[in-house]
């Protein structure tokens, strides 16, 4: 597509569900990063994926969050029990691999109730 | 997380007036971005940087890699109203082991009529 699209735009979850977000990257992008953005904070790196391989989970806060891209295009972010705390916007950006720009999507916004 | 240092964290300032911009890390990094984010949106990539010394323009926006790969510069002359909104830099550091984009705290912009 021409762009990172993210769906959906907004998720309410109570405490205690599973909510899965989705991430289609621009079409012929290696690279996809999962980022969490509390409000009025800059962007924080969760995970990266190099096509299929996840290359770098060190930002994942919990066991709860789980991130998958098995066919190296479409990448899903799963959290698992949701608590307050996860309540931010989640957002997606890939890039053609290395040192190249990132290109990001209009996010997630989470909010648990 | 790591996160780079912003400065100034907001600024005002009267539409037409020049804007300056900088960021700051402790560590050595390969590739400076410079994003802006409207409310509600993702981030926007604006300038991207790979060498140091780089200096690079789009339309009224300049940036600049700096000479000891530690810090970059933003630059916005002549702004207008629409240029509000929350800038942030990204790059990653040499020391990574992956593209893994950290980014800067942001700096707020209010532009006044």
């Known amino acids: 597509g021409a762009g990172v699209s993210q769906s959906p735009r907004y998720k309410v979850a109570k405490r205690g569900q599973d909510v899965a977000l989705r991430c289609d990257p621009i079409?012929?992008?290696?690279?996809l990063f999962w980022y969490q953005q509390a409000l009025g904070q800059g962007p924080e790196f969760l995970t990266y994926f190099q096509n299929e391989a996840q290359l770098d989970k060190s930002g994942l806060p919990s066991d709860r969050f789980f991130a998958e891209r098995p066919e190296g295009s479409v990448s899903t972010l799963k959290i698992q029990r949701t608590q307050q705390e996860d309540s931010a916007v989640y957002l997606c950006?890939?890039?053609?691999?290395?040192?190249?720009?990132?290109?990001f999507g209009q996010g997630t916004r989470l909010t648990v109730v | 997380g790591q996160q780079l240092n912003q400065s100034p964290q907001s600024m005002f300032i009267q539409e037409g007036e020049d804007v300056s911009m900088n960021c700051t890390s402790s560590?050595?990094?390969?590739?400076w971005l410079w994003y802006k984010q409207d409310p509600g949106e993702g981030p926007v990539l604006l300038i991207a940087?790979?060498?140091?010394?780089e200096l690079t323009s789009n339309g009224r926006l300049t940036a600049q890699f700096g000479i000891t790969r530690k810090d970059s510069f933003l630059n916005i002359s002549a702004s207008i109203p629409s240029d509000v909104g929350i800038y942030f830099c990204a790059g990653f550091p040499t020391t990574s082991g992956t593209y893994k984009y950290i980014f800067g705290t942001g700096t707020r912009l209010k532009v006044l009529a």
């Open positions: 950006a890939s890039s053609l691999g290395g040192p190249s720009e990132a290109f």
């Open positions: 560590s050595i990094f390969n590739t």
């Open positions: 079409s012929g992008h290696v690279s």
């Open positions: 940087l790979y060498k140091a010394g």
